[in-house]
């Protein structure tokens, strides 16, 4: 924790941050992928020791709506970084993203949370960079995939640095070719990383970790410069099938449309399936195009799935 007397800003702060797909299929614990589809936080510093938590839309039934509030306890954090905690904090929050889907909602509110507490603070750029959002939101949420991807926006690629013995989060922005969009395929069920990563095997044959590992690197590419190689770089020998009990519609699904020909992959650790493609399609088109392929209409609603046509975000939390 910094020594420094803060100024608080007498005003609210706002900002917003976009949900996230990880993995992209071969890319397990390294890719993700910002989506147009945006969680929104407002704050104020109180005199009183009082949390003031509000939440809407998703997933406002289920988290916490005191001190414990993902958000509040990702501020919090931030303050002692920067050197001095307030007392008490107001919070309103309007999500957007789903919870327990793969999309990133937790990383979605510890960044929001991060970044709430340097807009509330005069000067908060000069006590709290971006880089140390990345290294603080990786200690919140324990991997640094989605949390890359909501800060920076775009494209990501995220590792784990130990100096001296402290695991630090890191990551790099990879320029997203403009011709890409994303179809998502949001299931009724949910399932928790926790449970998704205890199916994971100890081991994986060597053989499918090299070709993981050379898909994985081709994925840099193919978002980039040459998206036809989507369909290619998506596939994945790492996680996808060994998880299939914990989603086995959306690995249904996944298969299906590969064989379509569609890069179909499960988003993060499920059961949510990303799409990416580059069809010239309005959006009505592009969701009924790969609804047919669930047994639904394609009208949104896909057998158990609703499908959204989403924008890829160019920016991170903002």
């Not at 924790?1 to 390294?30: C, H, I, Y």
């Not at 989060?169 to 990563?197: C, D, H, M, Y």
């Amino acid at each position: 924790m910094a020594n420094n007397r803060l100024t608080f800003k007498a005003q609210m702060a706002q900002v917003s941050v976009p949900a996230s797909s990880a993995n992209l299929g071969s890319g397990f614990d390294a890719f993700a992928i910002a989506l147009d589809l945006r969680d929104r936080y407002a704050a104020q510093i109180l005199d009183e020791a009082i949390f003031d938590v509000d939440v809407t839309g998703e997933g406002a039934d289920e988290v916490k709506k005191d001190k414990n509030n993902l958000v509040i306890k990702a501020m919090m954090r931030g303050f002692e970084y920067m050197g001095q905690k307030p007392k008490g904090i107001a919070l309103r929050a309007l999500n957007s993203t789903p919870h327990g889907k793969g999309l990133g909602s937790s990383s979605s509110a510890i960044v929001g949370g991060l970044a709430l507490a340097r807009e509330l603070v005069l000067g908060g750029e000069e006590y709290m960079s971006n880089d140390d959002i990345m290294l603080l939101a990786t200690e919140l949420e324990g991997h640094p995939d989605n949390v890359a991807a909501a800060l920076r926006g775009g494209a990501t690629i995220a590792w784990i640095d130990d100096v001296m013995g402290i695991k630090a989060g890191r990551s790099i922005s990879i320029p997203v070719n403009p011709a890409i969009k994303a179809v998502l395929f949001v299931p009724e069920n949910s399932l928790s990383t926790s449970k998704a990563r205890k199916l994971l095997p100890a081991t994986v044959p060597h053989t499918e970790a090299a070709t993981n590992a050379a898909h994985a690197a081709l994925l840099s590419v193919a978002l980039s410069t040459h998206p036809e190689l989507l369909f290619t770089a998506t596939e994945d020998f790492l996680h996808q099938s060994y998880r299939r009990s914990g989603y086995p519609k959306s690995m249904e699904l996944v298969e299906k449309l590969r064989k379509e020909g569609y890069a179909a992959t499960i988003s993060g650790a499920g059961p949510s399936v990303l799409v990416l493609h580059t069809g010239e399609h309005e959006a009505g088109e592009v969701i009924a195009q790969l609804g047919s392929h669930t047994g639904g209409s394609g009208t949104g609603e896909s057998s158990g799935f609703t499908a959204l046509n989403l924008a890829i975000s160019r920016s991170g939390v903002e």
